[in-house]
């Protein structure tokens, strides 16, 4: 009993102490509370337009997290290469958007059946892509140890990264990208915009109603898409065979194989899901920031794993909660602590869940499961 | 055709490739090597007995190679010259070269073949006195030929000290370190900000090269007590995350402010919760200070001076290719030590049965805090070396892809092989510093004097061309390639250590449960 409450004092003595270190050499990193507190005094509201870019932002990262999860869940692999899965549905769907002429279209139901037709087309690259890494890189490297296979996923993202980076060179097959060279960031063309102008309509979609926040119809588009793909992949996992059949692998994959499951199948499946919805986050990322970049999914690609790890590694309800939360959090430093420091706070916030609460916020105790 | 023959055609049509890039002096200089690498594979098989009969049995794949090169080097100055718009070499010059070439791998080659004759003990002695004799005339017959390697080996070197250093982390101790560059970044910044006129303060280079590598082995220390306990993946992501933070930390630490919380605003903002005024001072400890300069980064940066050398300038390499040298030996002598240590085996069991070794009385956090430590030492020198060299740092430097080249060198080399690692490392540098450079001018070469005047009736398609032709935006397909091949063929390198092998390649009776040795 003694050595508990040892245990619970240093605890405690500890917590202390690293507050206190945070308070000390927080306002470095903009953690500054008076001024903080200030800011929030001064103008309330915006704390709620922070909200809503924090979820919209957050749906985003939900979505790609979405692919991280489902994967640690059935073969314990952090499939490094998520991220820039993502990344390249962002080029699919402006390549797309691009060739079918919907980049200079005036009419908007033209734009609207050019994006529709765009987000099929990245969900089906990033499925194809996805399930066709696992194939080549990972597959084969299922029964060495977890190091080989992370190395190998590491790999396969700086491929990926190098594909951006030729992609968004290419001048001739998409004009938009001009003559700054792959490595520039490029412009995704605001289409929700023209689309509302298109109608006579108002992008914001409070601006006639006296509140002084902006809405705008990308916000919404975004969070219709997450929640309706959301809820299709939870009824899919919970009520399909093939849902069933991947939560049997995810539990144990030998009974599994046992009980007449094709093991490859739902393992390529998962890859396949996890690859469709980093395609489709690429066509709603591309639209709601409007920018393509080779290197962007390494950043969103660490954001969402952290958003999955935050929500427990292997829960899907916890991986859109995390989305959420990161989304939220990276909104919020950037807009009272300095956007310069988000990308390192995040990482602050993944070290923390990983020492103190690895399991997650809604994951069960795995404890030390090889 | 036997194997022998087959190295030995391999080995031509690298130097040849070598030749047809660089042109010049460089078929010399690859012949030399390539005739060095010939007679040791040749040499190392060899059971003959008298040297005679040795050369005799050998002289089949050196002729033939030798043919090959000197084909290739003709067609080098008759043809391919034209082709990318180079002026070839004038008659003199070319019989000089390939003479030279020619005459050098045939001696080498023959040396080499020779010592397999001796016993086991001094043909390694013959091996390991050519290898010295390559190093130390290396810088001059590059300075001699013109052919400007020698920089270029300089950042290779230092890589490999970094690859050295990883190698304890990730090859002895099993720990899978992402973040490796922020090691880097912390001894070329400690370096940086302890002799620069920015900040007035001006240490010597020899005492600064060890503050960095003791401040850059303090920060393994830190980050590894809190982290060591997480699984093996976990850990791999966490140090990314270090190795992610540090850049932003060196761009931002532009206006530090440090103040004491409590006197500062916790007290008063209570105090005047209750109505009243507090009269308490606020301790700062440090106000707007600038420590890194952010983007622009730290410049000038001292440089070291020795007797009779003087200080080390930038237009001569070959002092700092000495004294990379010399570090480099320093280092492959601690690391053996280490690794032969109490220590170093203590790294090896952990990293096999992590359990298992705490039973046998090792404390494994300590240990594994140990190889953090001492890794992160080895890159303090390479950070204080690269920070003296270039006399200029940014955080830009220091990003993710630094870490994972030079995993990639660790991994190619083969994990936990000291030997290899060198391998590893000079094989990726010299790749991406020396040989991707060399062919972006021979490709626009070729293409600005033969492709595109083909093409010119399609200007879409020269435009394509033109914009990807350029070996040095593949460099990271290079990388990644090199990852992923190397995990699906040979996860334990190219020089493997006999231990990792076992442990890495995967194990078919044990379908489900993956090899835990490097999990916490």
Redesign the interface.
């Known amino acids: 009993m003694g050595k508990a409450n040892n245990l619970k004092i240093r605890n405690v003595l500890i917590t202390i102490v690293v507050i ?1 270190i945070v ?3 927080g ?3 903009g953690f500054d ?2 001024n903080i507190y200030a800011q929030v005094a001064a103008n309330p509201l915006q704390l709620v337009q922070f909200l809503i870019i924090g979820l919209a932002n957050g749906a985003i990262l939900s979505i790609i997290a979405l692919g991280y999860t489902m994967v640690y869940g059935i073969i ?1 692999l ?1 499939n490094f290469a998520h991220g820039d899965v993502y990344m390249i549905g962002v080029f699919t769907s402006l390549t797309v958007l691009s060739l079918t002429g919907t980049l200079d279209a005036k009419d908007p139901g033209r734009i609207i059946l050019g994006l529709i037709f765009a987000l099929v087309i990245s969900i089906a690259v990033g499925a194809g892509l996805n399930a066709f890494i696992e194939r ?2 990972y597959r ?2 299922r ?10 996923a ?10 951006g ?2 992609w968004a ?4 097959l998409v004009p938009l990208f001009g003559t700054t ?2 490595a520039s960031q490029k412009s995704f063309p605001d289409l929700l915009g023209k689309i509302m102008a298109g109608y006579g309509l108002n992008v914001n979609l409070l601006a006639n109603t006296g509140i002084k926040l902006t809405f705008n119809i990308k916000d919404a588009l975004v969070l219709v898409l997450a929640a309706v793909m959301m809820t299709g992949l939870r009824l899919f996992v919970q009520n399909t065979k093939t849902g069933k059949a991947m939560r049997a692998v995810a539990q144990n ?2 009974a599994s194989k046992m009980l007449g499951i094709d093991i490859d199948n739902v393992i390529s499946t998962t890859f396949a899901i996890g690859g469709g919805l980093a395609g489709a986050a690429g066509l709603m990322a591309g639209l709601y920031n409007n920018t393509a970049w080779w290197f962007m999914g ?1 950043r969103v690609g ?1 954001e969402s ?1 952290t958003a999955a ?1 935050l929500g427990g590694i292997g829960n899907i309800t916890g991986g859109m909660l995390g989305g959420f939360l990161i989304g939220l959090l990276a909104s919020f430093s950037d807009g009272y602590l ?1 956007a ?2 988000t ?2 706070w995040v ?2 916030i ?2 923390l869940v ?2 103190f609460r ?1 399991s997650g916020l809604l994951g069960e105790h795995v404890g ?1 499961k ?1 | 055709m036997n194997e022998k023959m087959k190295r030995g055609i391999i080995i031509a049509l690298v130097a040849g490739f070598v030749t047809l890039l660089f042109g010049g002096w460089a078929v010399s200089v690859a012949g030399a090597i390539a005739g060095m690498g010939l007679g040791f594979f040749l040499g190392g098989k060899n059971t003959e007995k008298t040297i005679a009969a040795a050369i005799k049995a050998a002289l089949g794949p050196i002729a033939v190679s030798a043919g090959l090169i000197l084909v290739i080097s003709l067609l080098d100055d008759l043809v391919v010259a034209t082709a990318i718009g180079k002026t070839p070499n004038d008659p003199l010059t070319m019989i000089e070269v390939n003479l030279v070439a020619i005459i050098s791998f045939f001696a080498f080659a023959c040396l080499l073949t020779a010592t397999s004759t001796l016993s086991e003990k001094k043909q390694r002695n013959a091996q390991i006195i050519l290898l010295i004799f390559v190093i130390i005339s290396f810088p001059f017959v590059d300075n001699f030929t013109g052919l400007r390697w020698t920089p270029q080996i300089i950042f290779a070197l230092i890589f490999t000290i970094l690859a050295l250093g990883l190698n304890i982390v990730v090859g002895f101790a099993g720990l899978l370190d992402l973040g490796y560059a922020a090691f880097f970044a912390i001894g070329a910044y400690t370096t940086g900000i302890l002799s620069s006129p920015q900040h007035g303060i001006f240490l010597n280079f020899w005492l600064v090269i060890w503050i960095a590598a003791a401040v850059a082995g303090t920060f393994g220390l830190i980050l590894g007590a809190p982290t060591l306990p997480l699984r093996g993946d976990y850990l791999a992501i966490v140090t990314l995350g270090f190795g992610e933070i540090v850049p932003v930390l060196f761009k931002n630490l532009i206006k530090v402010t440090i103040q004491e919380p409590f006197t500062c605003w916790i007290i008063p903002a209570i105090t005047k919760l209750f109505g009243a005024s507090s009269s308490l001072a606020c301790i700062t400890f440090i106000k707007d200070v600038d420590l890194t300069a952010g983007e622009k980064g730290i410049n000038p940066i001292g440089r070291p001076w020795l007797p009779f050398i003087g200080e080390f300038q930038s237009d001569n390499p070959i002092p700092w290719y000495f004294l990379i040298i010399a570090i480099i030996l320093m280092s492959v002598f601690i690391i053996r030590r280490l690794r032969d240590s109490r220590l170093g085996r203590a790294w090896m069991a952990v990293r096999e049965d992590e359990l298992a070794a705490s039973q046998m009385g090792i404390d494994p956090v300590r240990t594994k805090l140990l190889a953090f430590a001492m890794g992160a030492m080895f890159s303090g020198f390479a950070g204080a070396f690269y920070g003296a060299y270039i006399r200029a740092i940014f955080p830009s430097v220091f990003d993710f892809s630094v870490s994972i080249i030079v995993l990639c060198m660790v991994i190619l080399g083969g994990l936990g092989n000291i030997n290899g690692v060198i391998v590893g490392g000079l094989v990726i540098m010299s790749a991406d510093r020396l040989f991707l450079p060399a062919l972006k001018d021979f490709l626009a070469g070729l293409l600005k004097n033969t492709i595109l005047p083909a093409l010119a009736g399609n200007p879409t398609l020269k435009a394509a061309v033109e914009q990807n032709a350029n070996p040095i935006l593949y460099r990271f397909l290079l990388f990644g390639l090199t990852l992923v091949i190397m995990m699906a063929v040979r996860p334990q390198g190219l020089i493997p250590s006999a231990q990792r092998k076992a442990e890495l390649v995967g194990d078919e009776n044990e379908p489900t449960e993956p090899l835990t040795a490097t999990e916490g």
């Open positions: 206190y308070l000390l050499i306002p470095i990193a509370i008076p314990e952090v080549v890189a084969r490297l029964n060495s140890s977890r190091l080989a296979a992370l190395i190998s590491i790999g396969v993202s700086f491929i990926l990264e190098n594909i980076l030729i060179g290419q001048t001739w060279g792959g994959r030998d390494f660490l794993f790890v300095n310069r420091w990308h390192a990482f602050v993944l070290v990983l020492l690895p030390e090889a």
